[in-house]
């Protein structure tokens, strides 16, 4: 099993900066991909922006520019800096994980998720 941890969200004031952290522990995995996501009130969860293990990332259009993802391979942790925050970022945000497990039974890929964390950004 895979536990995701994450960590850094709160109330800012637009144009703001918040920086989320997101730790994965457990026995037996590997990290595949990682990613955040992210869901506002009366909306479908949207990718914000995935990362590989070899760090190649994406954004969607409404965050580039502003956002950066990055990780640490060596933690098995995913950051994401969100810059010249807006009101319309507003949204819990949950951090994704794509891991290779593996038991005596052999292995298989597989989704986890965080618990979510509330960004909100005021006028």
């Known amino acids: 099993q895979v536990q995701l941890v994450e960590s850094g969200g709160g109330l800012v004031q637009a144009g703001g900066s918040l920086r989320l952290s997101c730790a994965a522990s457990?026995?037996?995995?590997?990290?595949?991909?990682m990613g955040w996501y992210r869901q506002a009130p009366g909306k479908q969860r949207e990718l914000v922006a995935p990362?590989?293990?070899?760090?190649?990332?994406n954004y969607t259009d409404s965050v580039k520019g502003r956002f950066t993802i990055s990780r640490d391979n060596t933690k098995n942790t995913v950051y994401l800096q969100m810059n010249s925050l807006k009101p319309e970022d507003t949204a819990v945000y949950y951090c994704?994980?794509?891991?290779?497990?593996?038991?005596?039974?052999?292995?298989?890929?597989?989704?986890?998720w965080g618990q979510g964390t509330q960004v909100t950004v005021s006028t």
């Open positions: 994704n994980a794509e891991a290779l497990v593996c038991s005596a039974y052999g292995c298989s890929t597989r989704a986890y």
């Open positions: 457990g026995s037996g995995f590997s990290i595949v991909a």
């Open positions: 990362i590989t293990r070899g760090g190649d990332t």
